[in-house]
């Protein structure tokens, strides 16, 4: 990266043996075997970066580096698909919604409609929005 920050991984295979481990990190094992592993803490963005010893911004960039995109977008896929079975096995699905509508654009609450006028050409105006609080 010309004038900035060199990257923390230098290979893609690097970054993916980092983001196994978090994916490990968040289960125990039973030392003796008898019992399937339990979850930890939940997969999360936010704990992958802090795992990386990064923030999310930067995974964010790192994204855009064809170089680093399929292996990026794999492991949030896979925290997107863990939050999206949350919404099924529990009662309390509000923290897996904020998540689902603020990390994945797919997820909204956000309606958007088109007008067009007779003829269908699109309409164009504008909307201003004003605070009455500031004068």
């Known amino acids: 990266m010309p004038g900035g920050r060199p990257l923390l991984f230098k290979t893609v295979e690097e970054?993916?043996?980092?983001?196994?481990a978090y994916f490990?990190?968040?289960w125990k094992e039973d030392p003796l075997g008898m019992e399937d592993p339990v979850m930890i803490k939940p997969f999360t963005i936010a704990g992958l970066a802090v795992f990386l010893n990064t923030s999310r911004q930067t995974l964010l960039n790192y994204e855009k580096n064809d170089k680093f995109f399929v292996t990026l977008k794999g492991a949030k896929d896979r925290i997107e698909a863990w939050a999206?079975?949350?919404l099924y096995?529990?009662?309390q699905v509000a923290g897996p919604i904020f998540n689902l509508k603020n990390n994945y654009s797919q997820?909204?609450?956000k309606q958007e409609h088109e007008l067009?006028?007779?003829g269908g050409k699109p309409l164009a105006f504008n909307i201003t929005i004003t605070d009455p609080e500031k004068k």
């Open 84 to 86: 999206e079975e949350q």
């Open 116 to 118: 067009s006028a007779p």
């Open 89 to 91: 096995r529990n009662t």
């Open 24 to 26: 490990a990190s968040c």
């Open 107 to 109: 997820w909204s609450d």
């Open 15 to 20: 970054l993916q043996v980092r983001i196994e």
